[in-house]
């Protein structure tokens, strides 16, 4: 006697069995019902393969787009020098007035970046402001300069005056490094866990 078999279409046990390439069925229209299941289930996966496929070219020319796209190297390298300068400079006092930065402090530009490209990401440039000396004093309250040259030196100061102004050429490639080596300096100052 034949071992009991089970039918793949409905999972019923039973000894007499139509046999095929694809297994074991109760009858004919078992094995049919099937096959047309299974071949819904293939074409499914075939759909889910190709949108798979396409997620990932369009991710891909995404990606590429945006690592190439000034306006958004931009972005990101602002917000990784202002992160930096943040960290590097949050025990200090504010570099206008010499007060405490509190938890609002920003990342103050000496020359203005909007009119001085050339200087806009220069550490020398950039330092913790308040929040008000920043917005409401117009980026300087008085001993900006004075504090900076004590900083920095007269030297590094007059580098950074030599280089005001000017015009910006700089490609999205020139941006990535920036943003590259800003996110390494804030993690050498980041104590490891």
Not at 72 to 92: E, G, P, S
Request: charged share 35%; aromatic share 10%.
């Amino acid at each position: 006697m034949a071992a009991k078999r089970k039918c793949k279409h409905c999972g019923f046990f039973a000894y007499d069995m139509i046999k095929t390439n694809a297994g074991s069925f109760c009858n004919g229209s078992h094995a049919a019902k099937w096959a047309v299941k299974k071949a819904a289930k293939d074409r499914e996966r075939k759909a889910k393969k190709l949108i798979k496929a396409d997620n990932k070219k369009h991710a891909a020319r995404k990606r590429t787009y945006y690592d190439n796209d000034v306006k958004t190297r931009k972005k990101a390298v602002k917000l990784a020098c202002h992160a930096y300068i943040r960290f590097r400079d949050k025990d200090k006092l504010c570099i206008c007035c010499d007060k405490p930065l509190g938890d609002d402090y920003h990342a103050g530009h000496f020359l203005e970046s909007g009119n001085n490209p050339l200087t806009r990401y220069d550490e020398n440039n950039i330092h913790a402001q308040r929040l008000d000396c920043n917005f409401f004093k117009g980026g300087d309250s008085g001993k900006y300069k004075e504090n900076l040259i004590n900083k920095i030196g007269v030297f590094e100061y007059w580098c950074l005056m030599m280089r005001k102004g000017g015009t910006d050429t700089r490609t999205a490639q020139d941006y990535k490094e920036i943003e590259i080596y800003f996110k390494d300096k804030l993690k050498q100052l980041t104590p490891a866990h």
